[in-house]
């Protein structure tokens, strides 16, 4: 067994000192960082999975860290940094760094206990190492965190390898805080799950042991246990019940393109599009329905709700809501003269009522953009405004706080670009907008990004191919990279330092005017889109991307 230093303390000695309150209020913790393309394993002694006073580090000079991996258990030498003991970890992203911590017994008043302390820091959640990795045989109190099938956050207690019934569990959530609950007769409780970032988890049991230990004696052991790991952006979060090996997806029928797109939990949502052939826009041609299908491969397409027909508009996921942003509508019937109106319209799709909520309108009509979410914040970029025969490009952007209790749309530095049919992504809390159709030059591969905390715009490198390599392409962060697909079946990453892009394989189809989405921490779904020499795509592709 693992420990550090003991502080063996008498009744009276405990009178007076500050060690019995920090004690109960700070917990071990064990977080995973990567950083310039090296992953660290950061041990901090504090109240949250953050630093605290460096002087408490040395409180832990004895303790002993391992690592969990596929192939081995391995001891780790940790090393005391600025504000954390510190050790490298190898490439591989599937491990657990695990430790126990014996602080020795505790006197408060006429109790005397004995404290225990176990952490556990891993990979993001949606890493399947969560699911073949057992950390159960180094630690007595075991917290290991899933996502349920309505994508929430699934934590299971288990205590000397059995549910931990009643143990106290509480989830520290970002833009939250400290959320409490009570492990079930399974050891388990459930959260939400709304926020990306770092997520901690600490679980508490009391053992009615009495004993001696270091020739001091107490009369009970409080355990306690912490668990972190990173979620990437919401619309990443998945249920781990989707399997490795998925079965065919049915096919998008009819299919479309310049669709919504957004993955949540096991289930993928389409929204609208282009459902006659190309360049033909009709009211009748465009959809209007709110399509489901679960990623397990059981089932087809399903209409779960409808709204106004649209194509060109932008769907995103955060939480347990879908956002509808923008898109035109064409006012005339097929055969007669086009007649395309971009909308300003904004809704919400509340996925467990089943209803759409109004959003404040946009500034302007708007269609053939993008949207992504930083956090809590929905950002939208690029596209022009349709209005019958005539079309003004767009000079701005947009975004939205999501946890306002007002929501409103506040302005973003001019972009200093007019573009549209381009693709928008968060990347490590940043907006990189791909490609598109110049309002001057045509079709570009250019790259724009946006530092929401600085506010400034700047120039990224281009991705490769030619012009028409970006326009119409998809775009996402997927498992800590950025990727993006094009018409010429290029599934390109940009590079650990962000200076290039790099083609890492070709796609099963090329399309443009598509969504690529994330299934995990490793998969893609790519639906709907067009290409110019075979039209229309009904298949629905699965991509291993890394």
Same mark, same amino acid.
């Given at each position: ?39 660290? &394993? ?5 109240? $949250? ?37 510190? @050790?490298?970890?190898?490439? $591989?992203?599937?491990?657990? +760094? ?6 020795? &017994?505790? %006197? ?17 959640? =949606? ?7 057992? #950390? ?9 965190? @899933? ?73 009970? *052991? ?11 952006? !919401? ?27 957004? +993955?949540?939990?096991? #289930? ?48 995103? %996921? /955060?939480?347990? /809501?879908?956002?509808? *942003?923008?898109?035109?509508? %064409? ?39 993008? @949207?992504?979410? +930083?956090?809590? =914040? ?13 079309? =003004?490009?767009?000079? =701005? ?16 530095? @001019? ?18 907008? *791909? ?16 530092? !929401? ?27 800590? $990279? ?36 994330? *299934? ?27």
């Amino acid at each position: 067994m693992m420990s550090c230093k003991h502080w063996l303390l008498s009744a009276a000695a405990c009178v007076g000192l500050a060690l019995p309150s920090v004690a109960h209020a700070h917990f071990l913790w064990f977080v995973q960082k990567a950083e310039s393309g090296q992953t660290e &394993v950061h041990v901090y002694f504090s109240e $949250d999975a953050e630093a605290d006073d460096p002087a408490l580090l040395n409180r832990l000079a004895d303790l002993k860290a391992k690592r969990i991996s596929p192939r081995a258990v391995e001891e780790l030498a940790l090393t005391k940094g600025e504000d954390s003991l510190q @050790a490298p970890l190898p490439a $591989d992203d599937a491990n657990f +760094v695990v430790g126990v911590c014996d602080f020795g &017994v505790i %006197a408060r008043g006429d109790a005397k206990f004995r404290l225990k302390y176990y952490a556990k820091g891993g990979p993001a959640i =949606t890493n399947p190492a969560w699911q073949s990795l057992d #950390a159960g045989k180094e630690l007595e109190l075991d917290v290991r965190p @899933a996502i349920d099938a309505d994508g929430q956050l699934l934590v299971t207690v288990q205590w000397r390898g059995k549910p931990a019934e009643g143990a106290e569990v509480t989830a520290v959530l970002p833009n939250v805080g400290d959320v409490k609950s009570a492990a079930d007769a399974q050891g388990q409780a459930r959260f939400p799950l709304n926020a990306s970032g770092l997520h901690a988890v600490r679980a508490r049991v009391m053992e009615e042991a009495s004993g001696e230990h270091n020739g001091q004696q107490y009369d009970s *052991i409080r355990h306690y246990s912490t668990v972190t790991f990173q979620v990437s952006e !919401p619309t990443t979060v998945t249920a781990a019940k989707i399997p490795a090996d998925m079965a065919q997806l049915a096919p998008l029928t009819p299919p479309a393109t310049s669709l919504g797109g957004a +993955v949540v939990g096991d #289930a993928l949502y389409v929204y609208g599009g282009n459902l006659a052939s190309a360049h033909s826009y009709s009211n009748e041609g465009q959809g209007r329905d709110l399509f489901r299908l679960r990623l397990d491969g059981s089932g087809q397409w399903e209409s779960i709700s409808q709204g106004p027909g649209l194509q060109g508009l932008a769907l995103v %996921a /955060h939480g347990r /809501h879908l956002y509808r *942003i923008g898109g035109f509508t %064409a006012k005339n019937a097929e055969g007669e003269e086009h007649d395309l109106w971009s909308q300003n319209t904004a809704a919400r799709f509340d996925l467990d009522s089943g209803e759409w909520q109004p959003l404040p309108d946009l500034p302007e009509a708007r269609s053939s953009h993008d @949207a992504a979410i +930083v956090g809590d =914040t929905l950002y939208v970029v690029g596209g022009w405004a349709l209005e019958g025969s005539k079309n =003004t490009w767009h000079t =701005t952007a947009w975004s939205m706080d999501l946890t306002a209790e007002t929501p409103e749309w506040k302005a973003l530095p @001019a972009p200093g670009f007019e573009r549209r049919a381009l693709a928008l992504a968060a990347h490590q809390d940043r907006l990189y907008v *791909i490609g598109g159709m110049q309002k001057e030059g045509g079709p570009c591969t250019k790259v724009s990004i946006f530092d !929401p905390r600085s506010g400034a715009w700047s120039e990224g490198p281009s991705i490769e191919g030619k012009p028409m390599a970006g326009f119409g392409s998809s775009a996402f962060a997927v498992g800590g $990279d950025l990727f993006v697909s094009t018409s010429e079946s290029t599934l390109q990453r940009l590079s650990a330092d962000g200076q290039r892009w790099e083609t890492v394989q070709e796609l099963p189809t090329g399309r443009f005017f598509h969504r690529m989405l994330p *299934i995990d921490d490793h998969r893609v779904v790519i639906v709907g889109g067009a290409s110019m020499q075979s039209g229309k795509f009904e298949e629905v592709d699965v991509v291993t991307v890394r």
